[in-house]
């Protein structure tokens, strides 16, 4: 089964932006309202789903990760994570994307006649 065990938070209002919980997700902002333990096979799959779904979160945390250092781990550790790129993630996804680009230029060199 993909979903072992769920953790439901014990607060009563989303975490993200205060409001209400009612049920699995915040009817306001769309947070998760609890955390759930996947196996390895479920995770896997979600990285390589997530890794290719390209979106709006991968700038905004790049961004805000230049302009304001911290400020993106904070607000995330706070519980306001619906609009940041998850760590684990960006950093699969920035690992990836630089051994690509390595490659491709080692690639690109290696092919140059002398
Ligand atoms: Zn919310």
């Not at 994570?81 to 760590?87: A, F, G, Q, S």
């Not at 699969?92 to 490659?103: D, E, H, N, P, S």
Request: include cysteine; hydrophobic fraction near 40%.
């Amino acid at each position: 089964m993909a979903f072992k065990e769920k953790v439901f938070h014990k607060e009563e209002n989303c975490l993200n932006c205060n409001y209400p919980l009612i049920g699995k997700y915040c009817g306001n902002c769309g947070q998760k309202a609890f955390l759930h333990k996947d196996s390895f096979g479920h995770m896997a799959l979600h990285f390589i789903g997530d890794y290719f779904h390209y979106d709006s979160k991968f700038w905004l945390t790049i961004k805000t990760l230049i302009r304001k250092p911290g400020l993106a781990t904070i607000e995330f550790i706070q519980g306001k994570r619906v609009k940041y790129l998850n760590p684990i993630q960006l950093y699969i996804f920035v690992t990836t994307v630089f051994f690509l680009t390595v490659y491709f230029f080692t690639y690109i060199k290696q092919e140059e006649p002398k």
